[in-house]
């Protein structure tokens, strides 16, 4: 009964983590909405929700940090973006958390220019490899997004 209690607290507690997870790159948030969901299976003895759905959902998570990787490296290499400009964009993205919504917006172009011009002090092409380290990470976590959200989905269904 207690055990039951707590684990649906903790379920809760790490799926509404996991979901800001997806939004502040600080937290792994897909692993941490997963492990949520393998938490709430549990609460239940994996009554409703068994072994196949939830190797389907850990699927899902390892795929989200393969289409987090192929987007960065996507948006980087189609505005020329070399690896220290993702590697700053990802670092700004990490900073501009501290300063609130405009930080998260310009954290990753801050990070991506400021990475670029250590490699190639040509400001033209640091502003272009922001524009795409900056739309990369975006496209990362839309993906990031859309597997959540069809996590949560498959959950939902099944368990229903």
């Given amino acids: 009964m207690y055990l039951d209690i707590f684990l649906w607290i903790f379920a809760i507690i790490l799926v ?7 939004v502040f790159p600080v937290l792994p948030g897909v692993p941490i909405l997963y492990a949520g969901l393998f938490v709430a299976a549990w609460a239940e003895d994996f009554a409703y929700v068994g072994s196949k759905t939830l190797i389907i959902l850990g699927i899902m998570t390892a795929l989200s940090y393969v ?3 192929l987007a960065g490296a996507f948006g980087a290499k189609r505005f ?6 993702v590697v700053g964009a990802t670092l700004g993205a990490i ?8 930080g998260i917006l310009l954290g990753p172009f801050v990070g991506a220019v ?6 190639h002090p040509d400001l033209k092409s640091a502003g272009l490899a922001g ?6 990470l975006a496209l990362g976590v839309a ?6 959200l069809a996590m949560l989905g498959i959950f939902v269904i099944v368990r229903l």
């Fill in 16 to 22: 509404c983590g996991g979901l800001v997870g997806l």
């Fill in 131 to 136: 524009v795409g380290a900056t739309l990369g």
């Fill in 95 to 102: 900073v501009g958390i501290f300063f609130g919504i405009p």
């Fill in 143 to 148: 993906a990031k997004l859309a597997l959540a």
């Fill in 67 to 69: 289409l987090d990787f």
């Fill in 80 to 85: 020329g973006a070399s690896r220290r400009a």
């Fill in 114 to 119: 400021l990475g670029e011009l250590s490699n």
